[in-house]
């Protein structure tokens, strides 16, 4: 088992920036891929970015690339979602997750990740 903390959320105007951070407990952290998710009310759960367990390897949605970088700290264990530019649209509860059957992968289905955090929540006022 591993445990999955997020924290970092806020209130920020838009064109503003936040960093989330994602720790974990338990089992080794660097077996993991690990994914950011989020989702916004009325709206289902949608990939943000993921990363190679050793963080080589990043892939990001389309409508989040050029603003979030995802990257990790395994020495840490944490997880980072660093996101610039916010708009109103990226207003939702932020969620990050592990994946430890594909951890040389970066797979975007929620139903691939094994362990989930209680969520962040982050809105951008325009």
């Known amino acids: 088992q591993v445990q999955l903390e997020e924290s970092g959320g806020g209130l920020v105007q838009a064109g503003g920036s936040l960093r989330l951070s994602c720790t974990a407990s338990?089992?080794?952290?660097?077996?993991?891929?690990m994914g950011w998710f989020r989702q916004a009310p009325g709206k289902e759960r949608e990939f943000v970015a993921g990363?190679?367990?050793?963080?080589?390897?990043?892939y990001y949605a389309d409508s989040v690339k050029g603003r979030f970088t995802i990257d990790r700290d395994n020495a840490k264990n944490t997880v980072y979602l660093q996101m610039n530019s916010l708009i109103s649209e990226d207003t939702a509860v932020y969620y990050c997750?592990?994946?430890?059957?594909?951890?040389?992968?970066?797979?975007?289905?929620?139903?691939?990740?094994?362990?989930w955090g209680q969520g962040t929540q982050v809105t951008v006022s325009s």
């Open positions: 990363i190679h367990w050793s963080g080589g390897n990043t």
């Open positions: 338990g089992r080794t952290f660097s077996s993991y891929a």
């Open positions: 997750a592990a994946n430890s059957r594909f951890p040389t992968a970066i797979v975007t289905g929620s139903r691939l990740y094994d362990y």
